[in-house]
């Protein structure tokens, strides 16, 4: 079984999906149809930058939905791949929703350009940050967390690498506690405490946006890697939903998709960040990924 998996944000590289839609009819047809949705030169962004405009919040996750849905969209068109399931990290539900064809791709561009802009106001409203702690299991990172207050887990990719969001105060605090430990730790270069009560706002001014989505039925499952579950239309607006306030589990969801006979993952967008993940939770799935043209050629003889 081949699963198809969508990256969130942090992925972005400026040029990505410049390769594959100069290549692809497809990826260049799906960009244009994203700039007409989102009414400005979205794939210029992606292209050429600049990198301060690509990773805004706002900019960021249409343009990730964007260059995944592209290079997927560029793989069926060369090579008539078919996953068996998909999933997606965080905003990646959002392109795996596409690809299962549970959501349109203009209406996922919409939601996410909306979602972005949410996020980053709640950030603003209720400052926080995200660091990293690294080489502690997801039950340690929580004991550890249990010790802070303001700071939440938020995002559990694979042994030994567990995100916390939280409060400045908050992360400030975990941060020491963790060096005073000798636990490694790193910051990320985030605008908010992503995954985390703290964008309870964002939640709320995204939910008028979910609830006139009508899901349709996939034609793959769709793996929610907030839930750990493989989930039906009828639950697809409160998963998204909650995935605002809730952990991304990463790990955990990748666990059940091999428990469920999954060998071999496609990581389709920039970058490889989630294909090294997988091979973390199990070092003998094998990984592909499909980010620029000649990815496509690789899976086409395969």
């Keep these: 079984m081949i699963a198809a998996i969508f990256p969130g944000q942090g992925a972005q590289a400026v040029g990505m999906g410049a390769d594959l839609a100069a290549h692809s009819a497809a990826a260049r047809n799906t960009f244009e149809e994203a700039d007409d949705v989102v009414g400005y030169a979205l794939s210029e962004v992606c292209f050429t ?6 990773t805004a919040t706002d900019v960021c ?3 990730l939905v ?8 560029a793989a069926v068109e060369e090579s008539g791949f078919q996953p068996d399931l998909v999933l997606g990290h965080s905003l990646g539900e959002y392109s795996a929703l596409v690809a299962a ?3 349109d791709f203009e209406r996922a561009l919409r939601i996410v350009a909306e979602r972005g802009d949410a996020m980053r106001q709640a950030g603003l409203s209720s400052p926080g940050a995200m660091l990293a702690v690294l080489g502690l299991s997801d039950g340690e990172v929580a004991a550890l967390v249990d010790e802070v207050d303001g700071a939440w887990p938020a995002n559990e990719n694979c042994p030994g690498q567990v995100v ?19 636990v490694r730790s790193a ?12 964008m309870a706002p964002a939640a709320e001014r995204l939910r008028p946006a979910l609830e006139a989505w009508d899901p349709a039925d ?14 039906p239309p009828q639950r697809m607006r409160s998963v998204l939903l909650d995935q605002l306030t809730s952990p991304v589990r990463f790990g955990p969801a990748v666990g059940v998709a091999l428990a469920m006979g ?28 499909v980010g620029v043209a000649g990815d496509l050629e690789a899976l086409a003889v395969n």
């Design 49 to 54: 930058g600049p990198i301060e405009r690509l």
């Design 61 to 63: 996750q249409p343009a």
């Design 66 to 73: 964007a260059t995944s849905v592209a290079a997927y969209r």
């Design 101 to 103: 064809g549970a959501m």
């Design 164 to 182: 916390v969001s939280g409060t400045l105060a908050g992360i400030d605090a975990l941060e020491s506690l963790a060096a005073g430990r000798g």
């Design 187 to 198: 910051r990320l270069q985030v605008d908010g405490a992503f995954h985390s009560p703290l």
């Design 218 to 231: 996939p034609v793959v499952p769709f793996l929610s890697t907030t839930t750990c579950a493989v989930e």
């Design 262 to 289: 999954v060998d071999g993952v496609v990581e389709f967008g920039p970058g490889k960040v989630l294909s090294g993940l997988v091979r973390r939770v199990r070092r003998d799935v094998a990984a592909r990924q």
